[in-house]
């Protein structure tokens, strides 16, 4: 049977794209087929060999460049992307190529402390300050501006007086590792 082929795109250290690529690993459908950095330092580059994953590492001028990109993706027969930490605006030509194929987890409760620069700890430091009892992660469509597409799922944690901005991040990096991988299961065998 063809499996469907998901890239995962990551800037970091990756803990997300390997819950990804333990939970897809014997799956009968869905495959991570490729990696895709734009961090040659990147801790996900190494997640990707020790896995026997096929990693590009891709500079600024190629991922803009719609007819090497699209190519890319195309070698390695790419049906979904996920976005698991990645820090660059994905360009229209791609979300247009991947209409509705392109999911994105973030760690908030969208729409609050997503767009530009709500990113890692600056999302978990704002929502400290702000002295928010509950936060979360959202897992969304991606469409062309930052942490705005359609919302698929939400889920929500409650912050204790105590907990500082690490500390959240650690409760919400659980949440996410924990629904992201279904989600995307659930999502990609719902176009059967
Ligand atoms: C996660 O919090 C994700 O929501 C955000 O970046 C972080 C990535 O962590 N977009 P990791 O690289 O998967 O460990």
């Given at each position: 049977?063809k499996?469907t082929?998901?890239?995962?795109?990551?800037?970091?250290?990756?803990?997300?794209?390997?819950?990804?690529?333990?939970?897809?690993?014997?799956?009968?459908?869905?495959?991570?087929?490729?990696i895709?950095?734009?961090?040659?330092?990147a801790?996900?580059?190494?997640?990707?060999?020790?896995?026997?994953?096929?990693?590009?590492?891709?500079?600024?001028s190629?991922?803009s460049?719609?007819?090497?990109?699209?190519?890319?993706?195309?070698?390695y027969?790419?049906?979904?992307?996920?976005?698991?930490?990645?820090?660059w605006?994905?360009?229209?030509?791609?979300?247009?190529?991947?209409?509705?194929?392109i999911?994105?987890?973030?760690?908030?409760?969208?729409?609050?402390?997503?767009?530009?620069?709500?990113?890692g700890?600056?999302?978990?430091?704002?929502v400290?300050?702000?002295?928010?009892?509950?936060?979360?992660?959202?897992?969304?469509?991606?469409?062309?501006?930052?942490d705005?597409?359609?919302?698929?799922?939400?889920k929500?944690?409650?912050?204790?007086?105590e907990?500082?901005?690490?500390?959240?991040?650690?409760?919400?990096?659980?949440?996410?590792h924990?629904?992201?991988?279904?989600?995307?299961?659930?999502?990609?065998?719902?176009?059967?």
């Amino acid at each position: 049977m063809k499996h469907t082929n998901i890239a995962i795109f990551a800037s970091g250290g990756g803990s997300n794209a390997l819950k990804i690529i333990q939970y897809f690993r014997h799956h009968h459908k869905i495959k991570v087929a490729l990696i895709v950095s734009n961090q040659a330092q990147a801790g996900v580059i190494q997640v990707a060999i020790s896995n026997d994953l096929p990693v590009e590492v891709v500079q600024k001028s190629l991922f803009s460049n719609e007819v090497e990109m699209l190519a890319l993706l195309k070698k390695y027969k790419v049906d979904f992307i996920v976005l698991a930490g990645f820090l660059w605006l994905i360009p229209p030509f791609l979300v247009s190529a991947f209409k509705s194929k392109i999911l994105n987890i973030h760690p908030s409760l969208l729409p609050l402390y997503g767009g530009k620069g709500m990113y890692g700890q600056h999302v978990h430091q704002a929502v400290k300050k702000d002295e928010k009892t509950e936060t979360g992660m959202t897992i969304h469509l991606v469409n062309e501006k930052y942490d705005d597409g359609d919302i698929l799922l939400q889920k929500k944690c409650t912050i204790e007086k105590e907990l500082d901005a690490a500390g959240i991040a650690k409760k919400v990096l659980e949440l996410e590792h924990l629904h992201y991988s279904p989600m995307i299961e659930q999502y990609i065998c719902s176009f059967e």
